[in-house]
């Protein structure tokens, strides 16, 4: 008996046999041709459906480009046949996998290289925007009737309008960008007018058993319209869409916090967007309902399928962690599923491909999926059970070698370990727990509270060591710095902190403290000596950082050093004194490199992986560490 049966529950929407209520969204690939994109985005969608999901929505089709394409946006372009063979290979590869392959149609509008909208205005200093014409408006709606004709002629299955997130429809449904007296503008009929329109012709096109997914935005947070407006949206969609997916936000010149309500950050609730959801199915008769905005669990996606919040949830960056969630779900090995980590490392790096965090594979899928010369079984000995030797011990195991990982502390999980009771961390110490799952699985033997010296290696005769004993902390040359304490130590510890701290550095690891010691209700200080937040190689987890701050009202002093610290006070280069509890230092690290340096001679082969080869974050240490294991006794 199923664990999810809602969940799991096939589906008929026009001609199409949904086998189950997720969907993964739509997430571009940006690495494109002229008329293709690389070999691996075949790979990168299908391996979505292999994992089981009911449909998979190939993200940026511009149905008008490149004048509708947004400025300096990579984008597959539908207003051109020449596309048609590479799409026609995406589409089989995806179907041949079980899913229902689904195109992605966009038009940036106002913020499209030629910048028309619905309305004359300003996009940015310097940057105007136009007010379409009834031409074209109805040049337009052509356009996403041709692009749907040569996605169904490519053996696309449905298509999915994003009418949300600032693009064009929801440009036109708003008040905020549409101030149009015409059929176009005014009331919420002729606002929705274009996005109706859009779907009929679709419809007249396609045939009306062609599914049309419809992406609105359920409120444009404080900026634009709120929910009540959302609903209004969706009751003009009722009939002429197959599903309404909401989604909640908008691109462009509305403020940066809102952005991240779109693309949920740590600091926010997974699933926040349910009950707009809700309310929007509440509302209409004939569409479907799907909903996204940071669902992982699958008891949740159940919960919003049987109450009857949504026909369907619509999975983006859990999937880039774990494309095989709903084959996970189905099977009920819910303790098994990698879930998102929501640490924005996919968006830092989006215009290097998606990637992710803890999933070395996203983003290498035909590197993945190769076939690699046969592996020599060899004896292998981590040293470290951080994130890079966890990962680097569990790969080497499921590749054949027999594998020893030893830790010198009585757990896993490295530094980052210590923000276990974090509680926008949790999902880190979830992590944690599944890979230490997962080696026990694969036969890897753990031995904790264990230095690893020279003669230890030695003894233990390994074919290969992998060393991943990573950093330590810097400590700033500070006069007095010996009265302050180091972050990792007050992680550990937050009583440390006292109700009042100073904490130097405003990078990722001081700035989140400083909004854990907040909810502990400690009054918190911010020294950085930059003039921004530090991103640590991820400027979208930067942003929800600065945001977060600013929305606790903490005020970081940036532009400034500290001079001097005395017990209880710090003095700054102003000559300002500031008094306090605890001073903390959060000012970097520093690769490990003398201690993984003494294992060099200790067997044949010494690989070095993770913060002790290079301070990186989640990601570089995981990347490197399945890249280095998978290959030992393959090559050479």
């Not at 985005?41 to 299908?46: F, G, I, K, R, V």
């Not at 509440?282 to 008891?299: C, F, M, T, Y």
């Not at 918190?524 to 600013?550: C, F, K, Q």
Request: charged share 20%; hydrophobic share 40%; glycine share 10%.
């Amino acid at each position: 008996m199923l664990k999810y049966p809602h969940l799991f529950r096939p589906i008929k929407v026009g001609n199409v046999i949904f086998r189950n209520r997720i969907l993964a969204s739509a997430t571009g690939y940006v690495e494109i041709n002229e008329k293709s994109l690389p070999d691996n985005s075949l790979n990168y969608y299908a391996r979505k459906a292999m994992g089981g999901a009911a449909a998979v929505a190939v993200g940026e089709g511009q149905v008008d480009h490149p004048g509708g394409g947004s400025r300096g946006g990579a984008c597959i372009d539908l207003s051109n046949p020449d596309w048609m063979p590479f799409l026609s290979k995406l589409s089989e590869k995806i179907s041949r996998n079980g899913a229902i392959p689904s195109m992605e149609l966009c038009h940036a509008g106002r913020y499209s290289a030629t910048g028309y909208g619905p309305s004359d205005g300003e996009v940015a200093k310097d940057r105007p925007c136009f007010a379409m014409s009834e031409e074209q408006i109805l040049r337009t709606i052509d356009a996403h009737k041709n692009a749907a004709r040569l996605a169904k002629a490519s053996g696309f299955k449905m298509v999915t309008i994003h009418g949300g997130h600032g693009w064009l429809p929801q440009q036109f449904f708003s008040p905020y960008y549409n101030s149009r007296t015409d059929r176009w503008g005014g009331s919420a009929e002729n606002r929705a007018r274009l996005a109706v329109m859009i779907c009929d012709a679709i419809h007249d096109e396609c045939g009306r058993d062609f599914p049309v997914e419809f992406r609105i935005s359920s409120t444009e947070l404080a900026d634009g319209y709120g929910i009540e407006e959302g609903i209004e949206y969706a009751r003009q969609l009722d009939g002429h869409a197959d599903i309404i997916h909401v989604s909640l936000g908008v691109h462009g010149i509305m403020d940066n916090d809102h952005w991240l309500e779109m693309t949920p950050s740590i600091f926010r609730q997974a699933g926040a967007n349910v009950e707009n959801a809700a309310l929007i199915k509440q509302n209409v008769h004939q569409s479907l309902v799907a909903v996204v905005a940071g669902i992982s669990e699958p008891a949740m996606m159940e919960d919003i399928i049987s109450s009857g919040k949504a026909d369907f949830v619509a999975l983006a960056r859990q999937l880039l962690c774990d494309p095989d969630t709903p084959n996970k779900a189905r099977a009920g090995r819910t303790d098994d599923i990698r879930q998102c980590l929501r640490c924005m490392d996919c968006w830092s790096n989006l215009m290097r491909g998606f990637r992710c965090a803890i999933n070395p594979k996203t983003g290498r899928e035909d590197e993945a999926l190769s076939a690699l010369p046969p592996a020599k079984p060899q004896r292998v000995l981590v040293v470290g059970g951080g994130i890079a030797g966890m990962q680097a011990a569990l790969t080497a195991a499921q590749n054949g070698h027999v594998v020893t990982l030893c830790e010198k502390y009585g757990r896993l999980g490295g530094g980052i370990a210590c923000e276990e009771h974090v509680p926008f961390k949790q999902r880190i110490k979830d992590y944690i727990t599944l890979q230490e799952r997962l080696l026990k699985r694969a036969g890897v033997a753990l031995r904790l509270n264990c230095t690893v010296t020279p003669e230890f290696a030695r003894a233990q005769d390994a074919d290969v060591i992998i060393a991943a004993v990573g950093a330590k902390p810097i400590v700033p040359t500070i006069a007095g710095i010996e009265h302050a304490v180091c972050a990792i130590d007050v992680y550990n510890n937050p009583n440390l902190a006292g109700k009042k701290a100073i904490i130097i550095g405003a990078g990722l690891v001081g700035g989140e403290l400083a909004v854990y010691l907040h909810s502990l209700g400690c009054e918190v200080e911010l020294i950085e000596h930059a003039d921004t937040i530090s991103a640590g190689g991820n400027r979208v987890h930067a942003m929800a950082l600065s945001g977060e701050i600013r929305r606790l009202g903490i005020q970081p002093r940036f532009n400034t050093q500290v001079n001097r610290i005395t017990p209880g006070a710090v003095t700054l280069d102003n000559g300002t004194e500031l008094h306090c509890d605890a001073v903390i230092y959060a000012t970097g690290q520093k690769a490990n490199a003398d201690a993984a340096l003494t294992l060099s001679d200790c067997a044949p082969q010494v690989l070095y992986v993770g913060d002790c080869a290079d301070t990186t974050n989640i990601m570089g240490a995981v990347k490197v560490a399945w890249t280095t294991a998978r290959h030992i006794g393959r090559f050479g």
